[in-house]
């Protein structure tokens, strides 16, 4: 290897340290804004997956609060005052069907849980499936219900709520198009007896 003849460059002065002259100093509170920009993502992820827990459960129910708004009185000196009507319950046109063999293959029966006690759902159907109905679907509720209520979508099927009413003990069965996927569906409420 060739030696070179020593020169002013090879002798660094004692008191020349490097500082990093290039790189400015670093402004004050500059960690703050990191530290805003993570809270402000980490509310919105929050956020975000709340609203999405709530949709895909479900849970936020819309209601208009002017529908429940009672008509305007009538200052009008000459009218009589409103008589109240009360409406009679339904009467039953249907026979109930006790015996699941007489049920057509096509009639869907669907057990909804409409309390906070989990598992009732398949509870009952369990129940019912026991004394030979075919269940098709059980699930939750849209939201909670105080009396459980055997809803049928078409009048051909009043039959079967009827009979499947008289096995759970319950008294409320309603003509609804409320569950198009169902024949037959059963709310479970507050008041069901397992």
């Known amino acids: 290897m060739a030696k070179y003849p020593h020169d002013r460059f090879d002798d660094v002065p004692s008191g020349l340290e490097r500082v990093g002259a290039h790189r400015a100093e670093p402004r004050r509170g500059r960690g703050w804004i990191g530290f805003a920009w993570a809270a402000l993502a980490t509310g919105l992820l929050v956020g975000a997956g709340v609203v999405y827990l709530g949709v895909a459960n479900n849970s936020f129910q819309f209601t208009n609060p002017t529908s429940n708004n009672a008509a305007p009185a009538t200052t009008d000196a000459s009218s009589e005052p409103a008589q109240e009507t ?62 459980t209520t055997v809803y049928y979508s078409e009048a051909a099927d009043e039959g079967v709520a009827l009979g499947l009413a008289q096995e759970l003990g319950v008294t409320d069965v309603q003509l609804s198009t409320a569950f198009p996927g169902a024949s037959v ?4 409420g507050a008041d069901y007896k397992e």
């Open 86 to 147: 009360t409406s009679a319950p339904p009467t039953q046109t249907a026979t109930p069907v006790t015996d699941p063999a007489q049920v057509a293959s096509s009639v869907t029966i669907t057990v909804l849980n409409g309390t906070a006690r989990p598992g009732l759902a398949a509870t009952a159907a369990t129940r019912l499936e026991r004394t030979g109905w075919k269940i098709g679907t059980e699930g939750n509720a849209s939201g909670k219900v105080a009396t």
């Open 185 to 188: 569906t059963i709310v479970l």
